[in-house]
Each structure stands twice: as C-alpha cells, then as structure tokens.
C-alpha cells in the first residue's frame, strides 16, 4: 500500500508524542495511590496507637484502684474518725510511684478524701459513681478538675457492703503525649514503605514505558483504531508469522484467501490444511517475490520478506493477491489468441486453395478442379460434424474446433475418438473449458518443441481426445504421443511451477496441470495420469452437476 494512502492523521499521531505517555500517568497514578495508602495507614496507625493507649491507661488505672481498693489499711481508714488524714500521703506517694494523675477516695456520698489539690478535698467528686455504688465498676473518660481523663471508679467493701469509693485516672493529654512519642517509629516505618512502594512504581512504569515505547494513551487508541481500520480495508491478504513459524495476524481478505478457521492466530502455520508448498513458503526463512501458490480454490500470488523493528527480527510478512480470475481469463486469453492465429492460418490456406482452384479453372481442368475443392470440405466437414455430433455444450465445441484447428496449424494429427459423448449440464462450462483446454495444450505442447511450435503432420505427432459417461461419471481423456512423464514425475505433474518445458516469458508455466487439478477436486472428481508411452490424462466428474 502507497505511503500516501496512509491518513494524515495517522502519521501525525507516530511523529508527535504526548506530554503524557502510558508509562508517565501510571507512574503518577501509583505513587499517588501509594502516597494515600501510606497516609492512611500511618493516620489508621496512629489512631491505633491512640485507641491502645487509652485502653492501657484504664487498665492501668483499674489495676491501680483495685489494689487501693483491697488495702485493709485504706479499709480502716474510711471508717476512721479523719479519712483525709490517714488516706492523703497514702494517696499521694501511691499516685506518683503509678504514675497516674490523680487518686481519689471518696465517701458513699461522692465527698472526696484525697486529691492532688489539696484544696479539692471535701468537695464532690466529678464523675459518675452509680454503678460502683451498687458493686460494680466505673471505666469513663470524663473531664474533671485536671481536665480530660480516663478513669475508672471501684468500690471499697467491707464485709460485702460498699463503705467507700476510689477513684484513679489519667489525663487524656498524658495518654497523648505517650501516643506522639511513638510518631517517630510509624513515620520511619511509613518512609520505609513510601521508598519501596516508590521504587516498585519506577520498575513498574519502566517496564511499561518500554512495552509502550513511550507512546501515550490517546496515541495508542488511535494506532490501534487506525492500523485495525487498515488492515480490514485493504484488499491484499496480509499474513504476519514468528520465528516460530506460528500465525500472528491475518485480515480479513488473507481469511478468505486462505479459508483459515477462526481460531488461526497464534497457532502454527502448518497446522491450518494450507498445501505443503504454501506452508513452506510462509514458514521458511526466505524471501518470496510474485510466487503463484495454487490452494484448492484459488491461484495466489505471494511476496513475503522480513519483518523488522530497529535491526531486530521479528518474523515474517506476507502478501497475498487474488489470481484466480485473471488465470482463467490469461488462459482463456490464450485460447482465443491460438484460435486466431489457427484462423489466419487456415484463412491463408483458404486463399491458397482458392487460388489453386481458379488457376485450374482457368486451366480448363473443372473436374480436377472439383474434385480438389471436395476432398477439403469433407476433410473440414468430417471433424466438425464428429465434434458437432459428440457434444452437446457449445462452448466445449468450440474449444475442440479451435483446439484443432490450432493442432492443424502446428502440424500434429488431432483426433477425436469415435462414439465420444459428452452430455449437457455435467459441471460449469467454465470449469470444463479451463479442465480441456488446459489439458489439450498440454498435450499439444508435449509432442512438439513447446507451445506454437510449427511443423509438419506426423503420425508419431498425435493429440486425442475420448469423452464418456460411466455410470454416475462423465468421463474425458486426452492423450499425446510425446515422450510422457518422467519417472516419479506424476504428483509432481500437478504441483505449482513444475514444467518439463522452458519458463515462458509470461512466468506462467507449472500454472496449467495445477489448475486442472484444482478445479477436479473442486467438482468432486478425479484425475489420473498413465504412460509412457506418451501420456494419458482421464478426468471423472459426477455426471450431477449444474451447468454454469
């Protein structure tokens, strides 16, 4: 396909990268995802930390209030006569070797007898006390005198019955200050996983950009979209393979042109059916120009070369043309042309014997005369009426008539055997016509030098043709008296560009047996080859077909 039949669009998408390639917005993308997943976790962490201090500094403090709580001096004491006294050193040397932030006895009545103020002593307790008072235990974060604090509120028994209350909490901001000493440790640890998470993004994105080559996301959409759009509208078959030999891509023509099934890409080349000829030539190392490649249907012409990316190899492309109608027409072309020049001849020795029969005329010899004009006409009259009076399909008539004529003006015997017959309405007529015509210039060109060659009339130079019905068969023959096959040569015979014969100036020797044989085995027939001596070709065709 010409450069210039590429979109302007398309070139300007491959010769003018984005500031943002694939590769850069999924750097961008990770490390933001990877900068908010280490937020949260260090947010969640420290929440975390947070939560379990709060719940050691109830659990210390219950810890604390129940052992004060047991004390039998602390128990005789809020029975004494002056609790504040005996109970506020207590109190206090307690508080500082537990390091908490108040401990505070109270009465039944909530009237406290310690605290770290002295001037709160006697006063109220700020807090709830319900539960203790009934035997239970208080655990709250409640704002007091110091402010915020967790804390907890237990009961002090004696012989089962509540006589006091102790109260032990710590300061919500102590807790904090606790928390925020371990921010170092879960900042250190959120930096550890940013860098890793960090480098993991580089390799990531690396690998990316060098899969993508630094393209962007809206330069591959549309490299795919157009390249998808190329491929599907071109006309040519286009087949790429691996080193492997294994079939990466194939439009839609090349589908068509090979019948490959839909699951053809990505397995071997020489596990599709393709012919051996045409599996060789898509898997071998070599490169291919203008080959014809026969398949069961089609005559292809393939070029093939390497594909390659920055000196590197990565396999084989290869295109494939559509030469079936154009061989038909090539060889229904040469039909004619033969035709004609057999009719120039025949018409140059139509004039000669014209003249010859007016000169004797003229001579006074009328009888001689006579008798030489109707020895031709029964000649000429005799093969027309035997082709006439065995076929019935115009077109095969016609051929045969030329076929002879051309044979005459070569100087070879052709002959049509008696009681031939072939019935209307076998196979197409194009089919047939390719099948004969073929196989007559085949034979033609075996018992003379090669096509066209002139000479005169020998009976070792013979072509024949037989047709006959055989039960469900319709069967035709043409033999030659050439020099027949070589040894072995048979299934070569019927294979692409093999020819005993010189390569003709038009490159379409090898082209005419192959045909034969794909158009037989299209019809559901077949095709056999015997001799030497010379060489007999007997085509069979189901006598059911539908005419053209």
């Known amino acids: 396909m010409p450069l210039s039949s590429i979109p302007s669009s398309v070139t300007r998408v491959l010769g003018a990268p984005g500031r943002w390639s694939v590769a850069a917005q999924t750097f961008a993308l990770q490390v933001l995802i990877a900068v908010l997943v280490v937020a949260a976790g260090l947010v969640g962490a420290y929440g975390q930390a947070q939560r379990a201090g709060d719940q050691e500094a109830i659990a210390r403090a219950l810890a604390v209030a129940e052992t004060i709580a047991a004390t039998p001096a602390v128990i005789s004491a809020v029975q004494g006569p002056d609790p504040s006294a005996a109970l506020q050193p207590y109190a206090e040397r307690v508080r500082v070797e537990t390091r908490t932030d108040f401990v505070v006895v109270m009465s ?97 994105s690396r690998r990316i950009r060098r899969q993508t080559h630094g393209l962007g996301e809206q330069q591959l959409r549309e490299m795919y979209e157009y390249y998808d759009a190329v491929l599907h509208a071109v006309t040519e078959g286009l087949v790429i393979t691996d080193l492997d030999g294994r079939l990466r891509l194939a439009n839609d023509e090349a589908t068509r042109l090979l019948a490959l099934p839909a699951d053809a890409v990505g397995r071997p080349v020489a596990d599709l059916g393709l012919g051996p000829a045409l599996t060789a030539a898509l898997t071998d190392d070599a490169s291919h ?201 048979v299934e070569d015979a019927f294979r692409r560009g093999w020819s005993t014969k010189e390569q003709g100036s038009a490159g379409r020797r090898g082209i005419g047996l192959a045909l034969v044989a794909q158009t037989v085995e299209r019809l559901g027939g077949t095709l056999e080859v015997s001799g030497p001596p010379g060489a007999t070709f007997t085509v069979r065709l189901p006598a059911g077909g539908d005419d053209a």
């Open 289 to 489: 120009e203008d080959e014809l490649h026969v398949t069961s249907a089609r005559v292809l012409v393939l070029n093939r070369g390497p594909a390659r990316w920055q000196g590197r190899l990565l396999g084989h492309v290869a295109t494939l043309r559509d030469r079936t109608d154009l061989e038909a027409l090539t060889g229904e072309l040469d039909s004619a042309r033969g035709l004609t020049e057999a009719l120039r001849s025949q018409a140059h020795e139509s004039a000669n014997r014209l003249h010859t029969i007016v000169s004797l005329i003229e001579l006074g010899h009328t009888d001689r005369a006579l008798d030489f004009a109707t020895d031709e006409l029964q000649v000429s009259q005799l093969l027309t009426d035997r082709v006439v009076g065995s076929v019935d399909e115009p077109a095969l008539t016609a051929v045969l008539l030329g076929k002879a004529a051309e044979a005459h003006e070569r100087g070879i015997a052709f002959g049509i055997e008696p009681g031939s017959h072939w019935p209307r309405g076998v196979a197409p007529m194009r089919d047939v016509v390719t099948i004969v015509g073929n196989l007559i210039d085949n034979a033609l060109d075996a018992v003379t030098g090669g096509p066209g060659t002139p000479g005169s009339a020998r009976p070792d130079r013979q072509v024949r043709f037989a047709s006959r019905v055989e039960g469900a068969y319709a069967v035709l023959e043409v033999s030659d008296d050439g020099p027949g096959l070589p040894p072995g040569g």
């Open 108 to 204: 039944r009545d909530a009237i406290r007898y310690t605290h770290p103020d002295p001037t709160q002593i006697g006063k109220k307790f700020i807090g709830h006390t319900e539960d203790a008072l009934a035997g239970g235990v208080v655990e709250e974060d409640y704002t007091g005198t110091l402010g915020p604090s967790s804390r907890v509120v237990v009961p002090v028994t004696d012989a089962g019955k509540v006589v006091a209350l102790v109260s032990v909490g710590i300061r919500k901001s102590a807790v904090g200050e606790r928390v925020r000493a371990q921010l170092p440790g879960l900042l250190l640890a959120g930096l550890v996983a940013a860098l890793l998470s960090g480098l993991g993004t580089a390799l990531v």
